[in-house]
């Protein structure tokens, strides 16, 4: 097809603005009272499932367009958003004169699902323009997911009373989108202006999970209470954004610059919560168990890709800049909190247990490159003022893990308290920021070449873990343990080459840099005391561990460099490790057990 416009613009647009919004939310209430006997059962369950897919296309394929006194412009947007609410709250209540029972269970579950392409493309086209030539690939798509899980027992009785609570959430998200700025075996030219492509990707997931349990039981002669809470939350997420000029495509911007930018800046922030309460007493005998499990997770994997492959470039009047740049914020959380009480005249017994993990990957590649442009097939790419080929990322990672276990037993004759509180937290960073010129024919005929890869890293890895079991009586036992893991583990690979028999020609200087610039640090607490009249335990053990492995790499091979100015090849590495580890366990009792500290 052919379109010609002699005065105006040529404006080629696809926006995408979908939204899908879910709400559940689930109540469940149970009352059971008896002279001698009662059962009291609450159940109460949330699962919502939301799956965004599709295509936005702007593109100008098989055509030849002109606008001779305007701009041609290609844009394709999408802006879609996931935005999902689950609760589940379920309550029991169970009282009689002899013997109560109660249960009270919940689940929440939450699947989301978004998988985009976004493109604008020139395909297969002649293009010609009066003012310039922009193709735009955006997504700006989000996602948001909040889920909580509640439940709560109440058994209470002259006789006999026992409770039970569980409450477990599950919040899963795979959230994939691709996202190109392409002009492909296409002639696109402008003879004022610029031509520029540019595909962006601001993404931002941001999930929550929650889960409560809390379980009282009260009675003359014997009472139980116990409570179970478990969270996990998980993103899996694989993105990519290419800018590209490829397939023997011939672009001339006459009187302007030439522009190839793939810009990622992506948030996910990943919190996960739950709170285990259990609470028991009686005249006789009173057992109290609280358990928390928390987990939160991400895989994220990203390629940014800036290239100019295989393709005549010429910037009449200006720069030409091939610039790939990813901005990543990666923040977990997970936390678990563990109290158990019982109370008694006879013997009392708790045991509680919280355990909080936290696995934060990143696997991320960004590439800026001039790639097979080379005299040869009489391509070229030339500047009437400077090249610039820049690779640049900013990478922040926060795996942060807490676990708290709390348990305390009283009576007149005898009791025992157990608490164990366990925190893991892993960052893994892997991947590569590229910047090359490969086999390829470069002149800037009014400034510099350029090719830099640049990274900044940051990681903080923080594992706490708390245990305290306090036991009360004549004959009083308590013991208490943590032990806390973090690893941070880098592997990374940050080069800048001109290679391949490429020529190089500058009328300023070349410089060819490759820079690395992490900060990783690992403090690990586990802390446990234990306190009883008779016998108390105690141990803390801590893991910290930075892992660092990376290649920096500057050079010029088996290639020709002209430069009117100086030239310049530079590999610099900056680290900064931090670790700390503190393990303290304290101990007070008439008869010191154990004692370790690591």
Do not use: W
Not at 59 to 82: H, L, Q
């Amino acid at each position: 097809s052919t379109v010609v416009a002699t005065t105006g613009n040529v404006s080629v647009a696809a926006t995408d603005t979908s939204a899908i919004k879910s709400e559940l939310i689930a109540v469940s209430f149970s009352l059971g009272v008896g002279a001698t006997a009662s059962v009291s059962l609450a159940i109460s369950a949330t699962v919502a499932e939301n799956i965004m897919t599709g295509a936005t296309l702007a593109t100008i394929d098989g055509s030849t367009v002109t606008a001779t006194g305007g701009e041609v412009s290609v844009n394709a947007t999408n802006s879609g958003a996931v935005t999902s609410l689950g609760v589940a709250v379920a309550a029991t209540v169970s009282a009689s004169g002899t013997i109560a029972l109660g249960g009270a269970g919940t689940g929440a579950v939450s699947r989301s699902q978004l998988d985009n392409t976004i493109e604008g493309s020139i395909l297969d086209s002649t293009v010609n323009a009066g003012t310039g030539v922009d193709v735009d690939a955006r997504d700006q798509s989000a996602l948001t997911s909040t889920t909580v899980a509640a439940s709560v027992g109440v058994a209470a009785s002259a006789a006999a009373a026992a409770t039970i609570s569980v409450a477990v959430t599950l919040v899963e998200v795979d959230y994939n989108t691709d996202t190109r700025a392409l002009i492909d075996s296409s002639d696109v030219t402008t003879t004022g202006g610029d031509v520029t492509l540019d595909a962006e990707s601001t993404g931002m997931e941001n999930l929550v999970g929650v889960g409560v349990g809390v379980s009282v039981a009260g009675s003359g002669a014997a009472a139980l209470a116990g409570s179970g809470v478990g969270v996990i939350t998980k993103v899996t997420s694989d993105a990519k954004t290419f800018a590209v000029i490829s397939s023997d495509s011939d672009v001339r911007a006459l009187s302007g610059g030439v522009r190839v930018d793939a810009i990622d800046s992506r948030v996910l922030d990943v919190d996960a919560v739950g709170v285990s309460l259990s609470v028991s007493g009686s005249g006789g005998l009173a057992l109290s168990g609280a358990v928390t499990v928390i987990e939160a997770e991400t895989d994220f994997a990203s390629t940014i890709r800036a290239r100019i492959s295989d393709s005549n470039v010429v910037a009449g009047g200006g720069d030409v800049i091939v610039e790939a740049d990813a901005t990543t914020k990666s923040f977990l959380s997970a936390a678990g909190v563990s109290i158990a009480v019982a109370g008694s005249a006879g013997f009392s017994g708790a045991v509680s247990a919280a355990a909080g993990v936290v696995k934060n990957l990143l696997a991320q590649s960004v590439e800026a490159e001039i790639l097979d442009s080379d005299t040869a097939d009489g391509q070229a790419v030339t500047a009437s003022g400077a090249v610039s080929v820049t690779a640049e990322d900013a990478v922040e990672m926060t795996a942060d893990s807490i676990a708290v276990s709390v348990s305390g037993a009283v009576s007149f004759t005898g009791s025992l308290s157990l608490s164990v509180a366990a925190a893991i937290a892993h960052n893994t960073l892997a991947g590569a920021t590229l910047a090359r010129v490969s086999n390829s024919r470069v002149a800037a005929n009014g400034g510099a070449v350029t090719v830099s890869a640049q990274t900044n890293s940051e990681l903080v890895t923080t594992p706490d873990a708390f245990a305290v079991a306090a036991s009360i009586s004549i004959g009083s036992v308590a013991a208490a343990g943590a032990g806390a893991s973090g690893i941070a583990n880098v592997t990374r690979d940050v080069s800048a080459r001109i290679e391949n028999n490429s020529d190089i020609d500058a009328t300023g200087n070349v410089e060819v840099q490759a820079i690395d610039t992490l900060t990783s640090d690992v403090e690990v607490l586990a802390l446990s005391v234990a306190g009883s009249l008779i016998a108390a335990a105690a141990i803390g053990v801590g893991i910290g561990k930075n892992l660092i492995e990376t290649q920096v790499e500057a050079a010029v091979d088996d290639s020709s460099v002209d430069a009117g100015g100086a030239i310049t090849i530079d590999a610099d590495a900056t680290l900064t490790d931090c670790l700390g580890v503190m393990a303290p366990s304290a101990i007070q009792s008439t008869v010191d057990i154990a004692s370790l500290s690591i």
